[in-house]
C-alpha cells in the first residue's frame, strides 16, 4: 500500500509571502529533498511528464492541486521516508523527526505537523488514499501559504543541489 505525502510536501510560493522567512527557507530544504524520492516513484508509478510538471509547479499561485495521479506520487514519495502509517495517515513521530533533520526544522516542524494534521482530518472520510492526499496537499499548501511558511521559488531551486 502507497503512503501519502506531507512534507510536502512538500514546493514553490510567490515572493511576497507573510511570515516567519526562517521557516520558509527551512520549508525549501525540505521540499527540496522531499523531490528528490519522485525520481524513484516516476518509474515505479508510471508517472507522466504532466505529473511530474505538476509536483514541480506545486507551490506556484496560478498552480490548482486537483490531480488524483499526484496523490499517489506523494504516497509514494513519503514512503521513502516512512512519513505515514499503514493505514496512510501521518505518521507524527516520523515527520517531525523528518522536518527537524533539515536546517531551522526544529522551528518548521510543530507548525508543519499541525497544518497537515489539521488537513488530513479534514479528508479522513475518504477512502481512496491518492484522492485523500490530493486534497490534503492542497489544503496544506493553502495553509502553509497562509502560515508564511510555504517556501519561495528561488529558495527551492537554490537548496536542490545540496540534496
Known amino acids: 500500500m502507497m503512503v501519502s505525502w506531507l512534507p510536502w510536501l512538500l514546493l514553490v ?9 526562517v ?15 519522485l525520481a524513484k516513484c516516476r518509474e515505479e508509478l508510471g508517472l507522466t511528464p504532466e505529473i511530474l510538471d505538476e509536483f514541480q509547479n506545486f507551490w506556484r499561485e496560478d498552480f490548482e492541486v486537483v490531480h488524483r495521479e499526484l496523490g499517489c506520487a506523494l504516497i509514494c514519495m513519503s514512503n ?29 516542524s ?15 472520510d475518504i477512502v481512496d488514499d491518492c484522492d485523500r492526499v490530493v486534497k490534503m496537499a492542497a489544503c496544506f499548501k493553502r495553509d502553509a501559504k497562509a502560515a508564511g511558511i510555504a517556501p519561495e521559488v528561488a529558495m527551492i531551486e537554490a537548496v536542490m543541489e545540496k540534496y
Open 13 to 21: 510560493v510567490a515572493a511576497s509571502v507573510k511570515g516567519d522567512a
Open 23 to 37: 521557516q520558509s527557507e527551512s520549508m525549501g530544504h525540505v521540499t527540496a529533498h522531499f523531490g528528490k524520492a
Open 80 to 108: 521513502n521516508f516512512e512519513l505515514y502509517n499503514d493505514d496512510v495517515r501521518i505518521h507524527h513521530d516520523n515527520m517531525h523527526d523528518y522536518i527537524k533533520s533539515f536546517p531551522k526544522g526544529e522551528e518548521l
Open 110 to 124: 510543530p507548525k508543519m505537523v499541525e497544518l497537515l494534521h489539521n488537513c488530513e482530518k479534514q479528508f479522513d
